[in-house]
Nanobody, 117 residues
């Protein structure tokens, strides 16, 4: 099983990035997918979830209207489109896969996003 994030990097405030998480080794379409982030010295926080049925849920309020999660089951990939980035969005971003029963969870290794001028 692998979850491989990509697309992170350094971006100026107000810029955009699209993160990708490529999955392999499990039936991707049956799993709920989430993006989390962890800033230095802070706990990991849930950013957005997309269910196996394609329903999306975004947390927290600070990213609503700026971040969009999507998935492509044909490519076994989940995306996080991040617009109007702010310095406080700086963090390592992780993707997570969870089955519908909540009994199996997989994590990626993370990708660094730095928002700075």
């Amino acid at each position: 099983v692998q979850l491989v994030e990509s697309g992170g990097g350094l971006v100026q405030p107000g810029g955009s990035l699209r993160l990708s998480c490529a999955a392999s080794g499990f039936t991707f379409s049956r799993y709920h997918m989430s993006w989390y982030r962890q800033a230095p010295g802070k706990e990991r926080e849930l950013v957005a979830t997309i269910t196996s049925a394609g329903a999306t849920i975004n947390y927290p309020d600070s990213v609503k209207g700026r971040f969009t999660i999507s998935r492509d089951n044909a490519k076994n990939t989940v995306y996080l489109q991040m617009n109007s980035l702010k310095p406080e969005d700086t963090a390592v971003y992780y993707c997570k896969a969870r089955d519908s029963y909540g009994s199996t969870t997989y994590w990626g290794q993370g990708t660094q996003v730095t928002v700075s001028s």
